[in-house]
């Protein structure tokens, strides 16, 4: 595709990162028009601090793990932009293939439906992977740690999330479908 450039040294700064990428182009415009106005309840921020310190507990058990790369920041210029992505985990197999994964710290309702925006996510990574470090993904997952999780609801519901850490298999779409879609999303 053209205006695709994978770069050749890191870049220091990135003009949107992947999650800001997949997120509603109308949560930004309303947050930078209202950003003066907005408030926060110290109690929101329990669960990113949870998901921070699950972060850190993943990235100390990988440490002298050869086979995996922690918390690797990508960057990438398409069209103008400088995109970067930081990527949870990236496991390395014999083959010179990569899994990429991501670590989420959430409730049993998001492991038992579908969350497109997980998919979008990690099929995005996986490009930067591709793209940049030219290796070949074959596959993408979440690691999901979650928060609700209940042994009651697991012994009397098959459909609820057997154990409180669960892997959920993420759909990989083709190289050309993750580019148009990093394509249009950089045109909203």
Same mark, same amino acid.
């Given at each position: ?69 922690? @918390?690797?920041?990508?960057?990438? %210029? =398409?069209? +103008?932009?400088? !995109?970067?992505?930081? &990527? ?41 992977? @591709?793209?940049?470090?030219?290796? %070949? =993904?074959? +596959?993408?997952? !979440?690691?999901?740690? &979650? ?42």
């Amino acid at each position: 595709v053209t205006g695709v450039q994978t770069c050749a040294l890191p870049i220091c700064k990135s003009d949107i990162t992947v999650s800001r990428l997949i997120d509603s182009p109308r949560k930004a415009a309303l947050t930078k028009i209202h950003w003066d106005d907005l408030t926060e309840d110290v109690h929101d921020k329990i669960p990113a601090m949870m998901g921070t310190a699950l972060h850190a507990m993943f990235e100390a058990g990988a440490e002298g793990m050869d086979h995996l790369i922690s @918390e690797e920041r990508l960057f990438c %210029k =398409v069209n +103008g932009w400088n !995109i970067s992505g930081q &990527i949870d985990s990236q496991r390395l197999h014999p083959d010179g293939t990569v899994t990429v994964r991501d670590y989420k710290s959430t409730g049993a309702w998001a492991v038992m439906n579908n969350k497109i925006e997980w998919e979008n996510q990690l099929n995005l990574y996986a490009w930067l992977v @591709e793209k940049v470090k030219g290796k %070949k =993904v074959v +596959g993408i997952d !979440i690691v999901a740690f &979650i928060r609700d999780w209940a042994r009651r609801k697991a012994a009397s519901n098959p459909d609820y999330p057997q154990t409180m850490i669960v892997t959920i298999p993420i759909k990989l779409w083709s190289q050309e479908k993750r580019e148009q879609y990093l394509l249009d999303r950089l045109h909203i």
